[in-house]
């Protein structure tokens, strides 16, 4: 009797680990900023993945072996929405990944998730930030070097990324992205839409003054133009 040919288990990889996306509102807020910000900065950028709070599996066949990086980016793979991310089918894991951490979380941060991107993940730079400082360091950033993280030294009070050409840093109490390059701090997208907002009313404005002067012009054109032909009249008669 032949045996019966059955199908090869399907492998399950969730597109959630049932936890909060962020303790705070204040962490979800930089997530969510951090994200849009970086979005927009590489928006004219061809196959820079941007995103955070997404699974990202790293063995293939073990759903176990998995990761969820609060804020990263991957060059060389494409922008397209995904559910999950896998190493395996992307060709390589994340370039850059920020943690927004908090004294539950910074000691996992700093070992176990610090060894994994390093070693397992060859993440080239990592960054772990507490909003709150409420633990010491607060700020702090690696750079692989040869396989092995070095922290990465303060300029101007700021982190500098080489893989975003970005800095890292707090204005005025606020963590953001500083460009070197333009000397300015890059906006949230609220900050950026309410910018492109007055910008538009601006131009509007200036639009309906520029047509309320030229028709002015016009009118005091035919005013002058109606005199001369009056003039013109009492002269030839």
Same mark, same amino acid.
């Given at each position: 009797?032949?045996?019966?040919?059955?199908?090869?288990?399907?492998?399950?990889?969730?597109?959630?680990?049932?936890?909060?996306?962020?303790?705070?509102?204040?962490?979800?807020?930089?997530?969510?900023?951090?994200?849009?910000?970086?979005?927009?900065?590489?928006?004219?950028?061809?196959?820079?993945?941007?995103?955070?709070?997404?699974?990202?599996?790293?063995?293939?066949?073990?759903?176990?072996?998995?990761?969820?990086?609060?804020?990263?980016?991957?060059?060389?793979?494409?922008?397209?929405?995904?559910?999950?991310?896998?190493?395996?089918?992307?060709?390589?894991?994340?370039?850059?990944?920020?943690?927004?951490?908090?004294?539950?979380?910074?000691?996992?941060?700093?070992?176990?998730?610090?060894?994994?991107?390093?070693?397992?993940?060859?993440?080239?730079?990592?960054?772990?930030?507490?909003?709150?400082?409420?633990?010491?360091?607060?700020?702090?950033?690696?750079?692989?070097?040869?396989?092995?993280?070095?922290?990465?030294?303060?300029?101007?009070?700021?982190?500098?990324?080489?893989?975003?050409?970005?800095?890292?840093?707090?204005?005025?109490?606020?963590?953001?992205?500083?460009?070197?390059?333009?000397?300015?701090?890059?906006?949230?997208?609220?900050?950026?839409?309410? !910018? +492109?907002?007055? @910008? *538009? %009313? /601006? &131009? =509007? #404005?200036?639009?309906? !003054? +520029?047509?309320? @002067? *030229? %028709? /002015? &012009? =016009? #009118?005091?054109?035919?005013?002058?133009?109606?005199?001369?032909? /009056?003039?013109?009249?009492?002269?030839?008669?």
């Amino acid at each position: 009797m032949p045996k019966e040919i059955r199908a090869a288990p399907t492998v399950v990889y969730p597109e959630s680990d049932g936890k909060p996306m962020a303790e705070t509102e204040y962490h979800r807020d930089i997530m969510i900023d951090f994200i849009q910000m970086l979005k927009h900065y590489f928006r004219n950028v061809n196959d820079v993945h941007v995103s955070g709070n997404l699974l990202m599996y790293y063995e293939e066949g073990n759903p176990r072996k998995s990761v969820s990086p609060d804020v990263f980016v991957a060059f060389g793979v494409s922008k397209k929405r995904r559910r999950t991310y896998k190493i395996w089918e992307e060709g390589h894991g994340p370039d850059f990944v920020l943690e927004v951490a908090s004294p539950s979380t910074y000691r996992h941060d700093l070992t176990r998730k610090k060894d994994l991107y390093a070693s397992v993940l060859g993440v080239r730079e990592y960054y772990i930030y507490d909003p709150y400082h409420e633990v010491n360091p607060y700020f702090m950033g690696y750079r692989l070097v040869e396989g092995v993280y070095e922290e990465i030294a303060f300029v101007d009070g700021r982190l500098p990324s080489v893989v975003l050409g970005l800095e890292l840093g707090e204005r005025d109490g606020v963590f953001g992205l500083y460009n070197p390059e333009h000397s300015v701090w890059l906006q949230p997208m609220e900050e950026q839409v309410k !910018q +492109e907002t007055l @910008a *538009r %009313q /601006r &131009a =509007d #404005a200036r639009a309906e !003054q +520029e047509a309320a @002067a *030229r %028709q /002015r &012009a =016009d #009118a005091e054109l035919a005013e002058a133009l109606a005199e001369l032909k /009056r003039l013109q009249g009492e002269t030839d008669a």
